[in-house]
């Protein structure tokens, strides 16, 4: 069993719509969990950091950790086109920068 | 304040032959780390570098690899006698340091094709 789960998709979607992304793990010392957004030929960028279980939101992006389950998701409401990229999730058993590790990422697509 | 900086973008090498991966860190950054993706794969963590110093290599291949990041300079992650498999995007980012609310900073990626 890999370490972080992630279905790859891709995943196509209607402007406007709301977009779930999700990861499973089993490595419960993981404590920092992360949302990345990656573009085609570019490096990946942080959009959500979170410690713990919980909700976080900024703006149209909403992560939610649930420990317990080792299941972490992420909300994309009112897509856009411009949110087209593939979206990776990461995460850590110590500080935020430390050695992460990735999911193999989902490549979303919002149709105008 | 430019960002992380990479290069080359591309890098085409024959099999046997020697990679060399740079990478600037973000001004006032002094860690370093170095992330692989394979094809169809996610990023692998390689190493985790500071000013001279080897602070984490547990994702690095036993043979072949090895990383620097001098004094002066930009950080070097160094492919000796290449294979077909190390074909890979590798990316370099940077921290000012690290605590729990520091965040990666990536580059744009080398795309290394071994022939």
């Known amino acids: 069993q890999k370490e972080v789960e992630q279905d790859p998709g891709p995943l196509s979607v209607p402007e406007g719509a709301i977009v779930s992304l999700n990861c499973t793990y089993s490595?419960?010392?993981?404590?920092?969990f992360m949302w990345y957004r990656q573009y085609s030929r570019k490096g990946p960028e942080l959009l959500m950091y979170t410690y713990s279980s919980g909700n976080k939101e900024d703006g149209r992006f909403t992560a939610q950790v649930d420990k317990s389950s080792k299941y972490i998701s992420l909300f994309i409401r009112d897509s856009q086109p411009s949110d087209s990229a593939t979206y990776l999730c990461?995460?850590?058993?110590?500080?935020?920068?430390?050695?992460?590790?990735f999911g193999k990422g989902t490549k979303l697509t919002v149709n105008p | 304040n430019a960002g992380v900086m990479q290069n080359p973008r591309h890098l085409v090498r024959r099999r046997g032959q020697e990679a060399r991966l740079r990478c600037s860190p973000m001004k006032g950054h002094s860690h370093v780390y170095w992330y692989r993706q394979l094809p169809e794969e996610g990023l692998k963590f390689m190493v985790y570098?500071?000013?001279?110093?080897?602070?984490?290599e547990s994702g690095m291949p036993k043979e072949r690899f090895s990383a620097e990041f001098p004094k002066e300079g930009p950080s070097i992650l160094r492919i000796q006698q290449v294979v077909r498999g190390d074909s890979a995007a590798y990316f370099c980012?940077?921290?000012?340091?690290?605590?729990?609310?520091?965040?990666?900073?990536f580059g744009s990626g080398t795309q290394l094709s071994v022939l």
């Open positions: 980012a940077s921290s000012p340091g690290v605590s729990t609310n520091e965040k990666l900073f």
């Open positions: 990461a995460m850590s058993e110590q500080g935020g920068s430390e050695k992460l590790v």
């Open positions: 570098l500071q000013k001279e110093n080897i602070i984490d």
């Open positions: 490595n419960s010392a993981f404590q920092y």
